[in-house]
């Protein structure tokens, strides 16, 4: 070979190589930055229920926000800042609950993404567990630290890894949810159940959907013929959700996937029936829910059945704190109960001991059985007859 031939092809050779080089480097550059760790990719498949929430949208509806700003206590500690001193709710922009179709009872899974403190979260658990006369344990699993109670084992535990997510459950639970997140298992977006009945619901700023598994749905057949209703339309369910979506109206869109057509039809007649005998009833008109019933439309469209209906921002906001002082989530705490007076052994008051005021408290008072409970609405009393007889 001739030395201009030799030489010219080392230079072609030099200048692929160099451009090689240079076009990966400039693809390098070019290439988005990795995705931040979503909630979702840490609940495995096979969830029975699975509720999203985009914190971000819920913060900037004037309906949710006064919830997410409210300062959050750990009980018997004090306030979340002061305890850890940091909330990491402030910092989370995505939460995934899930409760698996098999397991035991009560198990469920919490996963959240977002700016993630690990060393900082796990830190604040474990000062958390000491505080309650606990044994904290850090250990490692997968890419995952995780603390949990040794005194209390079966209780559930907190997993982070650096950039997220945080999980939360029980043990079993909690090494699935690990695997999904670590990529050794499918999670939930792997599977067309859940993702089916999601887009059929739409995007939301909260979204639930539930799937049934076959054995669920023959239990459900089982139970609905015990209870003399062997044909229901229910039989015939396969999943169901519901998503909240925020803007200048908030639009409430619930969704129910059927087997077939007919006993959609038939569950959507038995529906709307509940609906307006609901809606008329006395005490969901008067916390504001009839209004809202009245509104609700329910409609089969071939196997879905589907039901909306829209709600402006001031009225949602009402109805959410409405909801929420029913449910007690806003009650304030019971004042302690007055201490009992000293006893002797015939367990008759003792003398130095003093009498206890009027008012006190000396045993366990039990409701009357004709006692209404706290949520419901009734009528004045009427004063019974001097003569003992029926008013």
Aim: with cysteine; hydrophobic share 45%.
């Amino acid at each position: 070979m001739q030395t201009r031939t030799r030489d010219g092809l080392v230079l072609l050779l030099a200048g692929v190589l160099l451009g090689g080089g240079l076009a990966w480097l400039l693809g390098r550059r070019q290439e988005a930055p990795l995705a931040a760790p979503r909630a979702l990719d840490a609940v495995p498949a096979g969830a029975l229920l699975v509720a999203t929430l985009d914190l971000p949208a819920l913060r900037a509806s004037p309906a949710f926000a006064p919830f997410l700003r409210e300062e959050r206590e750990i009980p018997g500690l004090g306030k979340v800042r002061d305890v850890c001193g940091f909330d990491p709710l402030a910092a989370l922009t995505e939460v995934a609950v899930a409760i698996p179709a098999a397991g035991e009872s009560g198990d469920f899974g919490l996963a959240a993404s977002g700016a993630v403190q690990d060393e900082a979260l796990l830190a604040c658990a474990s000062k958390v567990i000491k505080a309650r006369g606990g044994q904290p344990v850090v250990s490692t699993i997968g890419s995952f630290r995780a603390v949990r109670d040794s005194s209390a084992e079966g209780h559930g535990e907190i997993a982070v890894r650096p950039g997220g997510p945080i999980l939360l459950g029980g043990g079993a639970y909690l090494r699935a949810m690990i695997d999904a997140a670590d990529g050794r298992a499918p999670a939930v977006g792997a599977t067309d159940a859940h993702d089916g009945i999601a887009r059929e619901v739409g995007e939301g700023a909260a979204r639930v959907t539930v799937v049934l598994t076959p054995e669920q749905r023959a239990e459900l057949g089982r139970e609905l013929a015990a209870s003399g209703a062997g044909r229901s339309p229910a039989a015939s369910i396969r999943s169901g959700g519901v998503g909240v979506a925020l803007g200048p109206e908030i639009a409430v869109h619930g969704v129910v996937l059927c087997d077939a057509e007919a006993p959609c039809a038939e569950l959507g007649a038995e529906l709307r029936a509940a609906r307006d005998a609901r809606a008329e009833d006395f005490a969901t008109r008067l916390i504001g829910f009839g209004a809202v019933l009245e509104r609700v439309a329910i409609a089969a469209e071939g196997k879905a059945l589907h039901a909306r209906v829209k709600l402006s921002a001031e009225e949602a906001g009402v109805l959410v704190d409405r909801l929420a002082s029913l449910r007690g989530l806003r009650q304030p705490a019971q004042p302690p109960a007055p201490a009992l007076p000293a006893r002797d052994g015939s367990g008759a008051p003792r003398a130095d001991a003093g009498a206890p005021p009027p008012d006190a408290v000396v045993a366990p008072r039990q409701r009357s059985a004709d006692a209404a409970p706290p949520e419901e609405v009734v009528a004045p009393r009427q004063r019974a007859r001097p003569d003992g007889g029926a008013p």
